[in-house]
């Protein structure tokens, strides 16, 4: 093979090896924009958009609906959760360090109803330190019933009071501004799966 034609099939070569990563990248943009609107069966409950939105899919529905979020919590799962006879939108938060950061600094909760707590074990007391805005918390229990409440209010200096039902042997509270739950009653129940 002369100089030449190997000069051309090195060109060829190394002109393929660069067009490999660009159709790759948009292979994997396509699939991106793609996930966001094709029709599926399967839940997009807790996808959450880099910016502060996140994408919620209702129980039973392919159709996503978009949710302003605190930025302060927008990494959050956001899940349609039925507590009584309502559905409410609410930020997940299902792991320690979720549960640690609870609603700290945050002003306003967007479209948000609120934020489900919820362990895997028996619950921890709940305290407002850095947490700006008043909240009302209602605890169930493990089959879902209804545990107790409190008003709580913001605190910035410790020692901070703790919350808590008379015991700890509850598996998922919600928090929501002052007023917001003043509907449950001790006949509501939640209904959550864990996923």
């Known amino acids: 093979m ?6 051309r099939e090195l060109r060829v070569r190394f002109s393929t090896m660069r067009t490999i ?17 094709s029709d599926t ?11 502060t939105t996140a994408i919620v899919v209702e129980e039973g529905s392919s159709t996503p609906g978009t949710v302003k ?24 938060a299902d792991n320690p360090s979720l549960r640690a950061q609870g609603l700290m600094e945050v002003t306003d909760l967007e479209d948000l109803d609120g934020m489900l707590f ?12 850095n947490t700006v805005i008043p909240l009302d918390i209602v605890w169930f229990n493990e089959d879902g ?5 409190a008003s709580m209010e913001p605190c910035t200096a410790d020692p901070c009071p703790k919350y808590q039902p008379d015991d700890l042997e509850f598996r998922y509270a919600i928090e929501a501004p002052t007023g917001a739950l003043d509907w449950v009653t001790d006949d509501t129940a939640i209904v959550y799966v864990d996923d």
């Not at 927008?74 to 009584?84: A, F, H, N």
Request: contains cysteine; positive net charge; hydrophobic residues 45%.
């Open 2 to 7: 002369c100089c030449a034609a190997k000069y």
């Open 21 to 37: 990563p660009v159709l790759l990248t948009a292979l994997v943009l396509s699939a991106c924009t793609a996930a966001g609107t």
């Open 145 to 149: 019933t209804f545990k107790g409440r």
């Open 118 to 129: 919820f362990w895997r074990h028996d619950g921890d007391a709940f305290w407002m330190k």
């Open 41 to 51: 069966s399967t839940s997009l409950e807790s996808a959450v958009a880099p910016s």
């Open 69 to 92: 979020m605190p930025p302060q919590i927008d990494t959050y799962r956001v899940k349609q959760v039925q507590v009584g006879d309502k559905e409410l939108t609410l930020a997940i």
